[in-house]
């Protein structure tokens, strides 16, 4: 049933183009074509990034934050209890006003106590920002590896000038051994990505980002099969441009380094709309599009492959729409607003509002206490104590 799930999904009629058949893809000793075998390196090597990347973080990224300078916040921690701790583990986070109430009745506590403790238990699994300056570093590192890499090995290449030239013999392209490594180092950073993601900070757009790797690793594994490796190079290489200013400025945001990580923003910002909404619909969406046309007829492959470069861009739109929105802030207000992704902690506001609470609690039962002993003006008049009583009962003035 194996072998012929395996037969049906590998047709020829699906993957290439009309007239084209899996025999006509046979290697020869000077002569590789993409095998979909090809694809399981991917795994192992992703289990090797994953481990290069922790040995990194902790010998690199975690000292380098402390010698320049970035400290995780203290955060007070949530009281232990039992009750609390199961219905935060096992039901929910963020529990509403009914079940506050239930909660507080259960454990005899204060609703603002029971709110105050989920508050601050949120706070506890927040991502500190020595951990985030250690992920940003570690994407830092190989987005600038990866992109000079992409350059290095697409530079003599003739598409890479002549976008037509991605489809000049298609789909009897041999595969190049740089293109290979180019294409492992990119599918395996990913595939990393999706291992590392629940424990790697948590942002507003994480079903985003696990549709963009899902998409991507469909996208890298689907161009790879069907020998879509020359616009598959040029999707990479346009991706890892604007990433490579990005994870620079989160660096120095977490630095307090706040006109660098202004100008890098702007310029992150720049290369981001460029790249991913003229660059990319031009060199790639039209380049598949129509250029692919003047080869072969639409085919089942032919559509697939677009349907998933389409998704690209409805993301590229959506970042977009975030980044254009924070400049916009940035442009009238002269400051840069904080990532909207970014989940923010909640400590600072609600603590200092139950601060203040309490102050003026205190400045109430201060305030009842000093006129019930008759040490406050009333009406103008002194106080009562620098008054002489005298045996009638009078006061006289001193």
């Known amino acids: 049933m194996a072998r012929s799930l395996y037969e049906w999904l590998w047709q020829h009629e699906f993957w290439l183009p009309p007239g084209i058949t899996w025999e006509d893809m046979q290697e020869?000793?000077?002569t590789h074509y993409p095998q979909p075998r090809d694809l399981l390196l991917s795994i192992p090597f992703a289990l090797i990034l994953v481990v290069?990347?922790?040995?990194f973080e902790r010998a690199i990224a975690l000292p380098l934050s402390t010698k320049l300078g970035v400290r995780d916040k203290q955060r007070p921690k949530a009281q232990p209890n039992p009750v609390l701790e199961t219905f935060y583990s096992t039901c929910c986070k963020n529990p509403g006003e009914g079940e506050l109430l239930s909660l507080a009745?259960?454990?005899?506590?204060?609703?603002?106590?029971?709110e105050k403790w989920f508050r601050r238990r949120r706070n506890m699994d927040r991502p500190s920002l020595s951990k985030k300056f250690s992920e940003a570093c570690w994407r830092f590192t190989f987005y600038i590896i990866s992109f000079f890499t992409g350059l290095a090995v697409l530079y003599d290449k003739p598409w890479f000038w002549d976008h037509r030239e991605c489809w000049t013999g298609y789909p009897q392209q041999p595969l190049q051994?740089?293109?290979f490594w180019y294409y492992m180092l990119e599918l395996s950073f990913y595939w990393s990505l999706v291992f590392t993601l629940p424990f790697d900070v948590k942002r507003k757009d994480f079903k985003e980002q696990i549709v963009h790797h899902a998409a991507t690793i469909f996208l890298i594994s689907f161009s790879y099969c069907a020998n879509y490796i020359r616009i598959g190079t040029l999707v990479m290489v346009i991706h890892d441009a604007s990433d490579c200013f990005l994870e620079p400025t989160k660096i120095f945001n977490y630095m307090k380094w706040k006109k660098t990580c202004d100008s890098l923003f702007m310029i992150f910002s720049a290369v981001f709309l460029i790249s991913r909404l003229v660059i990319y619909p031009y060199t790639v969406l039209y380049n598949?599009?129509?250029y692919s046309m003047e080869i072969f007829q639409p085919f089942f492959g032919y559509y697939f492959v677009n349907v998933l470069l389409i998704i690209l861009q409805l993301l590229h739109v959506f970042w977009s729409c975030l980044i254009i929105h924070m400049v916009y802030k940035f442009i009238l207000q002269g400051t840069m607003e904080k990532d909207m992704r970014s989940d923010t902690e909640e400590s600072d506001k609600d603590e200092e509002r139950d601060k203040i609470r309490e102050k003026e609690k205190n400045g109430i039962t201060y305030f009842s206490n000093v006129t019930s002993n008759g040490y406050i003006q009333r009406n103008g008049s002194e106080p009562l104590d620098n008054r002489a009583h005298l045996a009638n009962g009078h006061a006289k003035e001193r």
């Open 28 to 30: 020869s000793e000077d």
């Open 288 to 290: 598949t599009y129509y």
């Open 52 to 55: 290069i990347r922790c040995a």
């Open 177 to 179: 051994p740089s293109l």
């Open 105 to 114: 009745k259960q454990c005899d506590l204060a609703v603002r106590k029971v």
